[in-house]
T-cell receptor, first 115, second 109 residues
Framework: EAGVAQSPRYKIIEKRQSVAFWCNPISGHATLYWYQQILGQGPKLLIQFQNNGVVDDSQLPKDRFSAERLKGVDSTLKIQPAKLEDSAVYLC?????????????FGPGTRLTVL | ELKVEQNPLFLSMQEGKNYTIYCNYSTTSDRLYWYRQDPGKSLESLFVLLSNGAVKQEGRLMASLDTKARLSTLHITAAVHDLSATYFCAVTNAGKSTFGDGTTLTVKP
């Protein structure tokens, strides 16, 4: 079974530039999550989708971050414009249905460096 | 707001020794997960604990949950070098997961 795919794996940009990350979840997984992991910290949930609807985006900085999952399968996360403090690893995860016993499966992450 | 606190944050131990990592959380939870993360890699799910008194074991790792104390422990028995990694607990409430800051474990020969 293929795992969660993410691209690119690494990205270096200058502040005020834009960047986009892509995630393809495990086939058949209805729930998709984007996390931000700053060095030395645990992952912080940015947004959770159930199919193509948003379940939770309370910690997404909506003035600069946006995410979509138009067809309920793959998803993109965009930052525009980037700030220095956005340097982090962006992890995508998916789960079967987001239920009580669901396990999240994480992708390899995209390491973003903002200069 | 749900807060999750792990301790210690860093742990250096010798092979063959036992140790326990602690995870405290501030409000009731639906479930608690333990994850492992190797340097530069993503997170791998180790255990999910659903109810008070739950205990799960895999190899040299054993996780337990005390929902009344809002405490989970990850016990390492007779540590080996391959267990060197960062271990995260994550508490889920109303479908939303909050992670601790991780415990970085280094096992030395």
């Amino acid at each position: 079974e293929a795992g969660v795919a993410q691209s690119p794996r690494y990205k270096i940009i200058e502040k005020r530039q834009s960047v986009a990350f892509w995630c393809n979840p495990i086939s058949g997984h209805a729930t998709l999550y984007w996390y931000q992991q700053i060095l030395g910290q645990g992952p912080k949930l940015l947004i959770q989708f159930q199919n193509n609807g948003v379940v939770d985006d309370s910690q997404l900085p909506k003035d600069r971050f946006s995410a979509e999952r138009l067809k309920g399968v793959d998803s993109t996360l965009k930052i525009q414009p980037a700030k220095l403090e956005d340097s982090a690893v962006y992890l995508c995860a998916s789960s079967l249905a987001g239920g009580v016993t669901d396990t999240q499966y994480f992708g390899p992450g995209t390491r973003l460096t903002v200069l | 707001e749900l807060k999750v606190e792990q301790n210690p944050l860093f742990l250096s131990m010798q092979e063959g020794k036992n140790y326990t990592i602690y995870c405290n959380y501030s409000t009731t939870s639906d479930r608690l997960y333990w994850y492992r993360q190797d340097p530069g890699k993503s997170l791998e799910s180790l255990f999910v604990l659903l109810s008070n008194g739950a205990v799960k074991q895999e190899g040299r790792l054993m996780a337990s949950l005390d929902t009344k104390a809002r405490l989970s422990t990850l016990h390492i028995t007779a540590a080996v070098h391959d267990l060197s990694a960062t271990y995260f607990c994550a508490v889920t409430n109303a479908g939303k997961s909050t992670f601790g800051d991780g415990t970085t474990l280094t096992v030395k020969p």
